[in-house]
């Protein structure tokens, strides 16, 4: 590798560093990214929602979750054509190589940062200035490293006697497993024969390279709501159909699909809500927002099947499961 090319890369990483946003709310890091490619002269360039499916989104933020990134991005001088492409949370971008005949590759990056408050003492970000400038968000995920990855990528392979054509997915939501599917929907995935992912980190060395497709590195969210009926826990407790009792039972029996480390599932309730008062059956437990499976490669398949043929057996298991049994 070239210093030169070295050097963009730290300092892109760095650049995308400070500015972490959330998932859909990537405004800015996808102004970011346009600018750069543009720089590039990539052959193509789509945006926000050319490069998706919107339909197919999941975990997408209310309007008012949105709107002051949204706002963030502009004052920090986001391309308006940008932000219009963005409008609403369809974040990211594609860009494509069309370097003549041969195989059809693409690469995704994923580009959102997390709820987490960046360290400020004994932390080199913050020694070297490139600390989160968004308080309590951060790049903890090394997405930033990833962006400037597909960058160096595409710079690459520019240089290179590559004939082909590479495609760049620049991929929102990643954090929320929200972002994949409505790429995977787009029209930029047709056509592709081989798709590569990359992530940093995963405790091997810096400098290593690992190739592989095991690992918990597909993953997948589910998201429940049950519903029962209301009624006194004291005077008529018969006549209510308790919700909680419901997803308590389906929480239990998610733990009997394996998720020990050297088999092929991982599965994690990691967030669940219920109930409104403790002597009122409870009629509805909602937002189980991290009724989480993580799973190897066709692991989440399998998962995702057990899962929801626990909450609902006439549920078929898809993508985007919507669980919500009768509370009885
Ligand atoms: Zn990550």
Redesign the pocket.
């Known amino acids: 590798m070239s210093q030169d090319l070295r050097g963009r890369l730290v300092e892109r990483r760095r650049r995308f560093h400070r500015y972490p946003e959330p998932a859909w709310r990537e405004f800015y890091t996808t102004s970011l990214l346009v600018e750069e490619l543009e720089q590039m002269q990539v052959d193509e360039l789509a945006v926000g929602h050319e490069t998706m499916r919107s339909e197919s989104r999941m975990a997408v933020p209310s309007d008012a979750e949105l709107r002051p990134w949204f706002e963030r991005a502009r004052e920090r001088g986001a391309s308006e054509d940008v932000l219009a492409a963005c409008e609403g949370g369809q974040t990211g971008c594609v860009a494509v190589l069309d370097r003549g005949e041969g195989p059809s590759i693409g690469l995704r990056v ?1 580009i959102d940062g997390l709820f987490i408050e960046e360290a400020s003492e004994d932390h080199r970000p913050t020694r070297e200035k490139f600390r989160s400038e968004h308080e309590g968000v951060m790049h903890a ?3 930033d490293a ?1 962006m400037a990855i597909g960058l160096g990528v595409i710079e690459a392979v520019m240089d290179s006697e590559f004939s082909g054509t590479l495609t760049v997915f620049f991929q929102p939501a ?2 929320e497993a929200g972002g994949g599917r409505p790429m995977a929907e787009g029209r930029y995935i047709k056509g592709i024969e081989y798709l590569l992912c990359v ?1 940093v980190g995963l405790d091997h060395p810096t400098g290593e390279v690992v190739a592989g497709i095991e690992k918990p590195l597909a993953m997948s969210h589910l998201k429940a709501e049950f519903r029962g009926a209301s009624a006194h826990a004291g005077k008529a407790p018969e006549e209510g159909e308790n919700a909680i009792q419901t997803m308590a039972t389906a929480v239990n029996d998610a733990y009997a699909i394996p998720r020990h480390s050297e088999g092929m599932t991982r599965v994690n309730v990691g967030r669940v809500e219920a109930g409104t008062a403790t002597n009122v059956i409870a009629e509805e437990a909602r937002r189980c927002r991290s009724l989480t499976v993580i799973a190897y490669s066709q692991g989440a398949v399998v998962a995702y099947e057990a899962l929801s043929q626990l909450a609902h057996p006439s549920v078929p298991a898809t993508q985007t499961p919507l669980l919500s049994p009768s509370g009885r």
């Open positions: 994923d995920c090394g997405h990833h990643e954090e992530h």
